[in-house]
Nanobody
Framework: QVQLVESGGGSVQAGGSLRLSCAAS????????LGWFRQAPGKEREFVAT????????YYADSVKGRFTISRDNAKNTVYLQMNSLKPEDTAVYYC???????????????????WGQGTQVTVSS
């Protein structure tokens, strides 16, 4: 069982930056692939970024590529999402998710993630 708790959300003007953190419980954190997803009001949840268990590979949605960076610190059981050059369309609740070992190495499909945090709000004003 893994519990995930996001933090770092807030309000920022367009062009600004935020860094989200997601702290995980459990001794097997380093064996989980991790991802960030987001959901804007009235829209479906969408994939943002993912990182492998070892941190040696990442994958991003086209909409955030070049602006967002996912990273992890296995010693701290934490995954991060550095968000730069924020746009109003980035406004959403951001969720981190963990995927148990096995299956494909990289995936942007939400249903393949087993554990989810409660989310943190990010609001970008123009």
């Amino acid at each position: 069982q893994v519990q995930l708790v996001e933090s770092g959300g807030g309000s920022v003007q367009a062009g600004g930056s935020l860094r989200l953190s997601c702290a995980a419980s459990g001794r097997t954190f380093s064996s989980y692939a991790l991802g960030w997803f987001r959901q804007a009001p009235g829209k479906e949840r969408e994939f943002v970024a993912t990182i492998t268990d070892s941190g040696d590979d990442t994958y991003y949605a086209d909409s955030v590529k070049g602006r967002f960076t996912i990273s992890r610190d296995n010693a701290k059981n934490t995954v991060y999402l550095q968000m730069n050059s924020l746009k109003p369309e980035d406004t959403a609740v951001y969720y981190c998710a963990a995927r148990t070992p096995g299956g494909v190495r990289i995936t942007n499909r939400g249903y393949e993630y087993d554990y989810w945090g409660q989310g943190t709000q990010v609001t970008v004003s123009s």
